[in-house]
């Protein structure tokens, strides 16, 4: 069962909290090329390439789910990105207490309720600091296209909320999300332009609000896959790769 989710918002639900199906998974491998840096006040996990000298830098703000980013196999999915040509910026909202590091039979699913609050308080104060961690970003001029730096979000189960968060912001290029948790009717409301977690008949409704909201959109659909299948479903590992691929795809649409 999911965590208990109660909307702060009155709206509907669309996408509950994160369950049993969002803490397990396989273990992939790897070399990770990326760093850790202090951004904000969290551990943030870096990824871009040494030789990555343009007139523009594209950035995607990765937003894990529950195992979060510092874990191997979302390290590997940010390199994929950064490989693309992409500075990924991944903030550990879980302070280094995300699911790979829980210790055997702790409460995983009571503790995600208990997560949400500190990683919200700290998202702002990250952002703030984001904006900033390229010198050459002139603050607070800074608005997407106006200047050398764009910026996408992705997020993935418990990442959900955050990119729909950024994505009714101005200076944000484009988002994407896989498998989202914790969605109301009022996240895709706010935009100006098949699992447990988010059933069809959701998604449905939100595609829905969307193009009543004449937004520009993007719905990637695979069968047969579960949820997590992004980044930690071993049988799956062409969904994950090709999920990869396409909001890689989607980002370079707007950001070339």
């Known amino acids: 069962m999911s965590a208990n989710f109660q909307t702060t918002t009155g709206s509907p639900v669309l996408a509950g909290a994160p369950g049993s199906c969002c803490i397990t998974g396989v273990k992939h491998t790897g070399t990770p090329m990326g760093r850790t840096e202090q951004i904000g006040g969290m551990e943030t996990y870096v990824s871009e390439l040494p030789t990555q000298k343009t007139s523009r830098t594209n950035i995607i703000l990765f937003f894990a789910d529950v195992f979060g980013p510092m874990w191997i196999n979302n390290k590997l999915v940010q390199d994929f990105f950064a490989v693309q040509g992409f ?7 879980f302070f280094g207490f995300g699911v790979v590091n829980h210790p055997k039979g702790y409460d995983t699913n009571g503790w995600i309720s208990t997560a949400v609050k500190p990683a919200w308080d700290a998202f702002s104060a990250w952002i703030d600091a984001v904006k900033k961690y390229l010198n050459h970003i002139p603050l607070p001029v800074f608005k997407s296209g106006t200047e050398n730096v764009t910026y996408c979000a992705v997020g993935y189960c418990f990442g959900g909320p955050f990119v729909m968060h950024l994505a009714a912001e101005d200076w944000i ?38 193009a009543e909201h004449k937004g520009t959109y993007y719905f990637q659909l695979f069968s047969h896959v579960n949820h997590g299948f992004a980044v930690r479903i071993e049988l799956e590992c062409w969904a994950k790769e090709e999920s990869a691929r396409a909001v890689k795809e989607w980002f370079v649409r707007f950001t070339e």
């Open 173 to 210: 290029t484009a988002c994407a999300m896989a498998h989202p948790a914790f969605l109301e009717e009022s996240h895709f409301e706010k935009q100006k332009e098949a699992d447990e977690n988010f059933p069809t008949e959701s998604r449905h409704r939100a595609e829905a609000i969307m």
């Open 87 to 93: 500075t990924v910026l991944g903030p550990d909202y």
